[in-house]
């Protein structure tokens, strides 16, 4: 009934990472004393742990359930929460779980679920959809299905698509909005839902409204295409966007800058943000930062003072923002959002016209304000990079038809409710899609989303609308999963809207593991690495290195030993980098190494200045490590 068995680990694999997901033992115990048919995969809870949010059970269906779907091996699984199993099993929320309830009345229970959720959220999807066809403010539409997909626990525990990721959302903002504050229990990066290799029926993710022949919508909701260009700075701020009201509950106090660097941050992250403030700085950038969490409960007061202390940065709590403005219905809406998914609203929410979108773990080489004047940007006002090219069965690269070769990317944009963003779906596809590797079938992953830059008078405010109904309605309604958490979002609403955007003109490499060299020496699997986006410029220009130079680890603490965290990650800075080189179809045949690993790229030095400014961020972070109080 439950989960897998331990040769399958690869669950919630976040670039070759493996996470086992946790299960309380007593539970285990329980379902290993009623036979050798009910597997659970688990790692033991220490006496007096707590629950976190990112345990959850699997529990195995006759077929396919929901879009809240992991296959293995043929078979089907629903994923559950900590708080749909804990109310199945009648367990506390918090602390060691006890079994309180029989075995069989929790697969009746479980049961049960698996055939009626799926009838349930349908139901559901289709009533709003319906709605949209007599509403005639459709953003109040989105607002509405975003909080019913995460009104159930059930529902909301399955939907938690996070992953320990360098920015995930979090603080207190300076400037507390006004209302009720949310309290939600602390909470760490849930694990982002597995996509399955199974294939799927089409008619199972079409919408019922969409249409074949994309009938252009009346004068006042125009295609972008028919739009003027540039848009105005008051055109893409968020409450002209959003038809909402934010200047109630919060104003910022950048709201004339004309540019700014936006970040996302958590209590465990704010050595690695902090370090990057100061190495920004130190390199001199003197734009503008904000920094984004959401609700209270993901940065403590001392964080703020401590960020807020670096000289020109805004902390802000953009989830009670939402919730304080009514934008998001409720704390448990806003809370799905306490993860990556946060980095697209927070692009959206910030006043700056021109947006940075910077991972903490970021480790740059060069001041990011040089990219403003990098060929994609000059030319299309936008700028991403790109991700490993893996040809895996996942994601917009998933197979959906068993015969024809179809993935479903081509699903994606055929059943795009484009009227729900005032969009007629565009005449073509863009170039740039037409000539990418997810569109062609060879990847899984085509943006690396650690730094991201869009003008957004540029963009738009379809671009902007698109990208916040894909953060905050799309993610929740597809049975499969179009990107592993936000980085696929960014391109994906340009796409949409028909409006040009650019990547790098280099695929991304990647830095050395300390025994890459004598294991396989034309083979890197460290962090990602992305060269300067020009063709005249042949070095490395930032790492997304969490690895490299987050001194945290999970279950640390006040009993952590800072400095011997700091000299280990000093030890192993990289002394390698994948050369520089064009994005190319790779093999399916992984070599027996995981996903991080770029095959046969090659080695080659990477910059001297990199151990420097890597050494100084680890530091840098340890000092802010050992001056924080933690639990």
């Excluded at 290993?32 to 529990?59: M, Q, R, W």
């Excluded at 367990?91 to 069989?104: A, D, I």
């Excluded at 848009?231 to 968020?238: L, N, R």
């Excluded at 020109?312 to 959002?337: K, M, P, Q, W, Y």
Aim: glycine share 6%.
């Amino acid at each position: 009934m439950v989960v897998l068995d331990r040769n399958v680990t690869t669950l919630g694999a976040a670039h070759g990472h493996l996470q086992v997901i946790p299960v309380p033992e007593a539970l285990v115990e329980a379902f290993h004393n009623e036979g050798t048919k009910y597997k659970v995969e688990f790692t033991p809870l220490p006496d007096g742990a707590e629950i976190e949010a990112s345990e959850y059970l699997l529990v195995e269906c006759p077929s396919p359930p929901t879009r809240l779907l992991h296959t293995v091996h043929g078979k089907h699984y629903m994923q559950f929460g900590r708080d749909a199993v804990a109310a199945l099993l009648n367990m506390p929320r918090r602390g060691n779980w006890k079994r309180t309830t029989s075995l069989s009345s929790i697969l009746v229970s479980v049961f049960a679920v698996c055939l009626l959720c799926q009838a349930v959220l349908f139901r559901n999807i289709f009533s709003a959809v319906a709605d949209l066809q007599h509403d005639g403010d459709h953003r109040a539409h989105l607002r509405s299905v975003a909080a019913a997909a995460t009104s159930s626990d059930l529902v909301e525990a399955g939907i938690d698509n996070s992953t320990s990721h360098s920015t995930r959302a979090s603080s207190q903002n300076t400037t507390e909005p006004t209302g009720p504050s949310g309290s939600a229990s602390k909470s760490i990066d849930p694990l982002l839902p597995f996509n399955s290799n199974a294939s799927v029926s089409l008619a199972s993710v079409v919408e019922p409204t969409t249409t074949s022949n994309y009938a252009p919508l009346s004068s006042a909701a125009a295609s972008p295409s028919s739009s003027l260009h540039p848009w105005t700075v008051a055109d893409v701020s968020f409450d002209r966007v959003m038809n909402a009201d934010t200047r109630g509950v919060f104003v910022s106090k950048f709201a004339s800058a004309p540019r700014g660097i936006v970040m996302c941050m958590h209590t465990r992250m704010v050595p690695m943000g902090v370090s990057l403030i100061q190495e920004l700085r130190a390199l001199g950038n003197i734009d503008p930062v904000q920094v984004f969490y959401c609700l209270p409960n993901e940065l403590s007061s001392t964080d703020v003072t401590l960020l807020t202390g670096l000289g020109n940065v805004e902390v802000v709590d953009l989830c009670s923002v939402l919730v304080t403005s009514r934008i998001f219905a409720d704390h448990g809406v806003a809370s799905r959002f306490q993860n990556f998914w946060l980095k697209p609203l927070a692009l959206v929410f910030s006043p700056f016209p021109n947006v940075l979108l910077v991972d903490v773990d970021a480790i740059f080489l060069h001041d990011p304000a040089l990219l403003w004047t990098s060929p994609p940007v000059v030319d299309t006002g936008t700028l991403f990079f790109h991700d490993r090219v893996l040809d895996f069965s996942q994601f917009l690269n998933q197979d959906v038809g068993p015969d024809d070769g179809q993935t479903f990317i081509q699903v994606f944009f055929d059943t795009f409710p484009y009227a729900a963003v005032n969009l007629t779906r565009p005449a073509a596809i863009s170039d740039t899609m037409r000539r990418s590797m997810v569109w062609n079938k060879h990847t899984a992953h085509e943006q690396d989303s650690s730094v991201v830059l869009i003008d957004k008078t540029r963009a738009g405010p379809h671009v902007l609308e698109t990208l916040w109904y894909l953060v905050t309605v799309k993610r929740f309604q597809d049975q499969i999963t179009f990107s592993w958490g936000d980085k696929e979002a960014f391109w994906l609403a340009f796409e949409l809207a028909g409006i040009p955007y650019a990547f790098s003109p280099w695929n991304c490499g990647v830095v050395s593991l300390p025994d890459d060299a004598a294991l396989h020496p034309t083979t890197l699997c460290g962090s990602l690495a992305q060269y300067w986006p020009d063709l005249n410029k042949n070095d490395v220009f930032f790492v997304n290195g969490n690895a490299v130079v987050n001194v945290y680890r999970l279950g640390d603490g006040r009993h952590t030993d800072w400095a011997a965290r700091a000299a280990s990650l000093v030890a192993a800075i990289p002394k390698l980098v994948t050369p520089r080189h064009t994005r190319h179809p790779t093999s399916q045949n992984r070599q027996g190494l995981d996903q991080t690993c770029l095959l046969g790229e090659g080695a080659t030095d990477i910059a001297p200045a990199f151990q420097d400014v890597a050494e100084r961020r680890i530091r840098r972070g340890q000092a802010v490590a050992e001056a924080m109080t933690w639990d």
